[in-house]
């Protein structure tokens, strides 16, 4: 197996580059894309990636080489240093390399890299030599030793920060850049000091020399190390954390790329940067980024000092040529990759290279808008267009926003780094974070900068405020891909995260923790207290590709709906019709009452009263329904819970007895409490999920089904009379057989003539049911023949196929048996292929007993962009979800049809 790829030039100038962009797989992003933008002509430094396979292999191995490997990699060293001309470690002109690690899926920031490889105590020498500049030479062997022992030996770095500093103190300078080049010569001995007192002989005996362990100066053993450090840092834990958050396999690897060094550090005509292709905040068709003169890559994410804007570039004095090939090669990768592209680039002395390309990240509104933009461009079709943006992403833009009624005052500003509001108690820690978040309270993360350890954190908080760092930094990249609203940069903002507070500049106000925030990362604006929420406004770049998917879909969406609040926010969702209205939701608040006074009285002219009032309120309840959703289909389902699901606990009514009698309470009230509490516990039911519900509940008291189709026959009758278009249909939960369908049908269609002719209206209701057990499934060209319509109803279906309890073994076992690869995704969530294939057996059934059948889904599957595929392949005619996944839903069945 081929293991080791260059890329680059040769000492001639010729391409000899041997992957490309489709090779993401084994040369991981950064590895593929470099290729790339050698193979069409851009300033590559050149180098070769070491593929993820061979990572995958070494871990699997318990960190062992796969056979002769290292050998590969020395020949690819060797051919490097001809073609650059240099050796590395040389004591005359010595080659520096990069060693950068590169999965198949961005993971920005989250594994290891280790630049200034080569440095020893011959080659600093040469470095001078080159550069004539020992200042930049010493400094660079210093950043070497630190980072090695940090990356590849996991020295703590405070070790060396400490040592800088006391440095400082000594020479009684403030900044790193007031070291002269002897202290920094200095530091590297002490460093080198640090190093051999802080990392084991036992655990790395090829370092001992005399007894004790040096830093190494053998080249190919500084090589080596790296590279196993950058493998191992596929599984760090803050790795493995990111691809649990963001689905990707644990099985995929890191590729390495060991690359010529360039330095952005060598004085006034040389920089570095980070930029966009196009604004990924808002899709704006511009050049984005930031660049630092005189500096190494990391100082501009970390936000050590403060960046220039990228446009600035091409205005600066030495960097002027640089800074306009730039601009070229910005379109020139538009062109070429059809997409928005990020871009890492280092100006040494003038000369532009680029060190990384990839497809750039964006927020939801920017992905949108680069979409439409690039349809009207050229660069993509709308079939593309509508491809580019996630539907899961979409949730981003129904993001709560700041009301624009509510009064605040402004505390601090920062950049709009991520859109979205968020409201919480300030948190000074990632720990904190995750604290307050699993004791169920909503906090605000505040940091000077966050960095990868503040992953977690991050996660658990509602939103992301830092002081430092401008929009490519580590908060706002993360917060970005996260969907979290973020405020990067505050630099009013002084943090103290020890104390746990930050104080703001111009006003006395001190945060504590636990203090209300509010921030908005669409406008870059803190606030000090909780500023009111609300949901935004749908732009118009969300109607056009909702628009363009319509054109290309096959599913319809529908939404699920009890009251006439979401049935119009599912219609201005673009909704065409409701496919579950769960009529037990209407029987909430007051209701109760009513409905318990039916169940616990044998008393038929109690119970007819409370049925009679019933009626009443659901008239009403579907008079707004089928009015918000005029024309458009409307299934309500018949009542479908089991009945104590309505009643008191008889727990609590135990406890309420025994405190009574304790308090020598009314006797005749204890007696009816008592009495209260038997009839109750009549109710109770080992199984109440596959006990008396559903259908079973309409056949077992004929007077609710028979009041429900009265109030939706009523109801429609009115609305008709109004010169309205209602189109209710009915439907049945939970049949098993055909004969329960078949009676109940007849109560409805009964009711339904007896109105009509009250009313004297013609009334066309149509009656399907529910598809939610496996009998149902494998009979369903009986039931069919019953049925206008099916739904199926996924969340019972799955809790019945499985044997499943859906209201328990999410917490219980699902997690265990997700750790153990027992299941693949918790099939509550995305439909298991066992459900769907009684669905799909449903479906067939059901046409071979009617023909006409409409058959949809309305279990919490329907919203769900994965289970949307598989139903778009099985051939249903509409999914069904709630309000705020409508969108989603309307994307994701496009997608699953193109
Ligand atoms: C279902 O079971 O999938 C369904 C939609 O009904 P409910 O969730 O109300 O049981
Ligand atoms: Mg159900």
């Not at 000074?428 to 900068?449: H, I, M, N, P, Y």
């Not at 999410?810 to 265990?816: D, L, N, R, Y």
């Amino acid at each position: 197996v081929k293991r080791v790829y260059a890329f680059g030039k040769d000492a001639q100038g010729n391409n000899v580059t041997e992957g490309n962009t489709t090779m993401k797989a084994t040369l991981g992003g950064k590895g593929a894309n470099l290729a790339e933008m050698a193979n069409i002509g851009l300033p590559v430094p050149p180098g070769f990636t070491i593929s993820c396979q061979t990572c995958m292999e070494y871990a699997n191995a318990g960190n062992v080489w796969p056979e002769g490997v290292l050998d590969t990699i020395h020949e690819y060293r060797l051919d490097l240093e001809n073609r650059i001309g240099k050796k590395i470690g040389d004591a005359e002109d010595p080659l520096l390399v990069s060693v950068r690690s590169g999965a198949p899926m961005s993971m920005p920031g989250m594994m290891d890299t280790v630049l200034n490889l080569g440095l020893n105590d011959e080659s600093i020498n040469g470095l001078i030599k080159q550069t004539e500049n020992p200042r930049f030479a010493w400094d660079s062997y210093r950043r070497f030793i630190q980072m090695f022992s940090n990356v590849v030996m996991g020295l703590d770095g405070d070790l060396f920060e400490n040592a800088i500093n006391a440095m400082k103190a000594v020479r009684g300078v403030k900044s790193d850049t007031d070291l002269t080049a002897e202290d920094l010569q200095e530091l590297v001995a002490e460093f080198k000091g640090i190093f051999t007192e802080n990392v084991s002989g036992e655990e790395y005996p090829a370092l001992v020399v005399d007894g004790s362990v040096q830093f190494p100066q053998d080249p190919m053993v500084q090589l080596k190390l790296a590279i196993e450090a950058v493998f191992g840092s596929w599984n760090n834990p803050r790795a493995v954390l990111y691809r649990k958050k963001n689905k990707i396999s644990d099985d995929l690897g890191t590729a390495v790329n060991v690359q010529c060094m360039v330095f952005g550090n060598k004085g006034n005509t040389s920089a570095t940067g980070v930029a966009f292709t196009r604004n990924p905040a808002n899709g704006a068709k511009e050049f984005y980024g930031d660049y630092l003169v005189n500096a190494q890559g990391e100082d501009v994410v970390a936000g050590i000092r403060n960046t220039s804007p990228i446009a600035d570039l091409k205005h600066v004095e030495g960097l002027e040529e640089a800074g306009r090939e730039l601009e070229e090669i910005f379109v020139l990768l538009e062109n070429h990759f059809h997409d928005m592209m990020d871009i890492e680039f280092t100006i040494e002395q003038g000369k532009l290279f680029m060190l990384q390309t990839r497809v750039g990240k964006r927020t939801a509104a920017a992905a949108l808008h680069i979409a439409i933009d690039m349809e009207k461009e050229g660069l993509i079709d709308k079939k593309e267009a509508v491809r580019r943006v996630a539907p899961d992403q979409l949730d981003q833009l129904l993001h709560p926003q700041f009301d624009k009624n509510a009064d605040y005052d402004v505390l601090a500003r920062g950049l709009n780094a991520s859109p979205g509001a968020a409201v919480g108690e300030a948190v000074f820690s990632s720990a904190d974070a995750v604290a307050a978040a699993e004791a169920g309270r909503k906090c605000v993360l505040v940091r000077w900068e966050t960095n990868p350890d503040d992953l977690a954190g991050m996660i658990a908080a509602e939103g992301i405020l830092t002081s430092h760092g401008g929009k490519t930094s580590h908060a706002a990249v993360i917060a970005r891909g996260m969907g979290a609203p973020c405020v990067c940069g505050v630099e009013a903002l002084k943090i103290d995260a020890e104390k746990k507070q930050a104080t703001v500049a111009g006003t006395d106000v001190v945060i504590k923790e636990g203090d209300m925030i509010s921030l908005d990362g669409t406008s870059g604006i803190v606030v000090l207290g909780a500023v009111d929420l609300v949901m935004p406004e749908l732009t118009g770049d969300l109607d056009t590709i909702l628009e363009w998917a319509d054109e290309f879909r096959k599913l319809g969406v529908r939404a699920n709906a009890d009251n006439p609040e979401d049935a119009k926010l599912s219609r201005d969702f673009g909704a065409s019709g409701i496919g579950l209205c769960r009529t037990e939701h209407m029987f909430l608040g007051e209701r109760k009452q009513i409905i318990q006074t039916f169940i616990l009285n044998d008393d038929d002219a109690v119970r007819e009263k409370a049925v009679g009032e019933l009626f009443e309120a659901q008239t009403g309840d579907f008079y707004g329904m089928f009015k918000e959703m005029d024309g458009l289909p409307v299934i309500v389902r018949l009542l479908d819970p089991p009945l104590h699901e309505f009643l008191e606990s008889p727990r609590a009514l135990d406890v309420e007895i025994a405190r009574l009698e304790a308090t020598g309470g009314d006797k005749t009230l204890i007696a009816e409490k008592r009495m209260l509490m038997e009839r109750i516990d009549g109710f109770a039911e080992q199984n109440p999920m596959l006990g008396l519900r559903g259908c079973r509940l309409g056949i077992v008291y004929p007077i609710l089904p028979e009041m429900q189709v009265r109030a939706i026959a009523t109801a429609t009758a009115k609305l008709k009379k109004e010169g309205l278009d209602p189109k209710p249909e009915i439907m049945i939960p939970l049949v098993s057989t055909v004969a329960e369908l078949e009676k109940l049908r007849a109560v409805a269609e009964k009711i339904i003539a007896e109105v009509a002719a009250e009313e004297g209206v013609e009334l066309d209701i149509e009656v399907g049911t529910m598809i939610e057990l496996p009998r149902a499934a494998v009979t369903a060209d009986e039931i069919a023949t019953q049925a206008d319509f099916f739904s199926f109803g996924t969340n019972d279906l799955t809790q019945t196929t499985f044997g499943f309890s859906r209201d328990d073994v999410e917490a219980e076992f699902v997690p265990q048996y997700l750790q153990e690869h027992l299941l693949p995704y918790n099939p509550f969530a995305t439909i298991d292929p066992g459900v769907a294939k009684l669905v799909e057996m449903g479906v067939k059934l059901g046409h071979e007993g009617n023909p006409d059948l409409v058959c949809g889904v309305c279990g919490e599957h329907g919203g769900d962009p994965d289970s949307i595929h598989t139903f778009n392949k099985i051939g249903l005619d509409y999914v069904s979800c709630s309000p705020y996944r409508v969108p989603v839903a309307r994307l994701a069945a496009a997608q699953a049809a193109l």
